[in-house]
């Protein structure tokens, strides 16, 4: 079992939903994304989505694109990413961490190595938003195998023919990206949502979790009434990128957090 499993049979136990936040490490320096990383527990988050910088973000849009660019320009390396992971592991052995981003910076560093470090470092699941089931030798079966989830997407265009193939290796939980087109670019509509996660939940007893157009906490109480929880990215990284107080941006993700375990 891993802290990703872990953390939902807690959570259905306490008969609540999970509440899903996403942070780019590195932005806007190392120092403060770690802070605010280190913060996000304390402020109700149930997962840590961690995402790696990469130069070609073809699935965000522009908030996560510039944050991504932000922490390339600061210096971020995958390998930072690792080691920042590892520094929050020594306050905190419980909360999942889940790396989110591009299979080129893995492939660059080796798959087995990476395994190996990601597993050192305290790396629960990753989500690899370019890699297809048809390339699941790649790097989900051996991320299984070491004991890390491989967390797929599925999304409104993910067909009932499609979908057998998506769910075949997913573990953790399935990520269902509630809207069409890139990350931050429109809301998410629980009436749109719901018979989506339903459709999905009679193929898997995997938790369905929902991301992608959520910026309020009135919005993650209402998606995550319709699945098993919420990730809020974009909303939490624009107020990384407005300069905020580290204090003020927990309280932002601790209002989205109460607005998804209220659903």
Known sequence: MTRIDAKFAALKKQGKKAFVSYIMAGDPDLETSLEVMKGLPGAGVDIIELGVPF??????????????????????????TLDMAAEFRKNDDTTPIVLMGYYNPIYSRGVDRFLRDAKAAGIDGLIVVDLPPEEDSELCLPAQAAGINFIRLATPTTDDARLPKVLQNTSGFVYYVSVTGITGAQAAQAGEVGPEVARIKAKTDL???????????????????VADGCVVGSAIVKEISAGKPTAEILS????????????
Do not use: C, N, W, Y
């Not at 965000?60 to 600061?74: K, N, S, V």
């Open 55 to 80: 130069t070609d973000p073809m699935a965000d849009g522009p908030t996560i694109q510039l944050a991504g660019q932000r922490a390339l320009d600061g210096g971020q390396t995958l390998q930072k």
């Open 207 to 225: 938790p369905v979790i929902v991301g992608f157009g959520i910026t309020t906490p009135e919005a993650a109480q209402t998606i995550a009434s």
């Open 252 to 263: 932002f993700v601790a209002s989205l957090a109460k607005g998804a375990h209220s659903a």
